[in-house]
């Protein structure tokens, strides 16, 4: 059973543009929710996260929206840029204190200048 | 600071062959871990180590083996390599918080 759901797979959008990437879990007892991003050739790097408790969290022009009710998380990169293209990668701790974490199938988006 | 460290950057095996793969980070973080990535699937837990001296499977543990050095070091060796551990191997350690930092990662190709 996949843990996480991640969609869509790719997204192209123009410079400027706000790509909204969604992510949707299955299990309630997950507390944590990362969102990585990897740029080729390289290691996955922390973007932003968020815990249960709270809605939304916004660090510079990438935004997290938490819905508990519909298990569903989603990242959104306001005015995007070239530089943005990556491969963004959803993650849950199903681990608890030990924080393993299960990750989605990713999505790679290309903003276009 | 280097982060987390990871050698080799690139290895191809023969079936059967033996390898491992080293991973050490110098941010004082009890918790390490060994993912794979292979195209399609994002990556896949495939053991940790909570701390110095304790190991345990992750999702995909089969064929693998891990060793914690010490605080330091993780190791993830290959005993007989199969072409299907064709794959990209990343080493992450984690802070207190729960942010899990990644190494460069080793390409490894098995024929």
């Known amino acids: 059973q996949q843990q996480v759901k991640q969609s869509p797979q790719s997204l192209i959008v123009q410079k400027g543009g706000i790509p909204i990437i969604n992510c949707a879990y299955e299990?309630?007892?997950?507390?944590?929710f990362p969102w990585y991003q990897q740029f080729p050739g390289k290691g996955p790097a922390l973007l932003i996260a968020i815990r249960p408790d709270v809605s939304e969290k916004k660090e510079g022009r990438f935004t997290i929206s938490f819905n508990k009710s519909a298990k569903q998380f989603s990242l959104h990169i306001m005015d995007s840029q070239p530089g943005d293209s990556a491969t963004y990668f959803c993650?849950?701790?199903?681990?608890?204190?030990?924080?393993?974490?299960?990750f989605g199938k990713g999505t790679l988006l290309t903003v276009n200048p | 600071n280097a982060g987390v460290t990871q050698t080799p950057k690139f290895q191809v095996l023969k079936t059967g062959q033996s390898m491992t793969l080293q991973c050490a980070q110098d941010?004082?973080?009890?918790?390490m871990y060994w993912y794979r990535q292979d195209p399609g699937m994002g990556l896949r837990l495939i053991y940790y180590?909570?701390?110095?001296?304790?190991?345990d499977k992750g999702e995909v543990p089969n064929g693998y083996n891990v060793s914690r050095l010490n605080k330091r070091e993780f190791s993830l060796r290959l005993e007989s390599a199969a072409p299907s551990q064709t794959s990209v191997y990343f080493c992450a350690s984690r802070a207190t918080a729960g942010e899990q930092y990644f190494g460069p990662g080793t390409r490894l190709t098995v024929t």
């Open positions: 993650a849950v701790n199903s681990g608890g204190s030990n924080y393993k974490l299960t």
């Open positions: 941010m004082n973080h009890n918790s």
């Open positions: 180590s909570a701390s110095e001296g304790t190991t």
């Open positions: 299990n309630t007892a997950f507390d944590y």
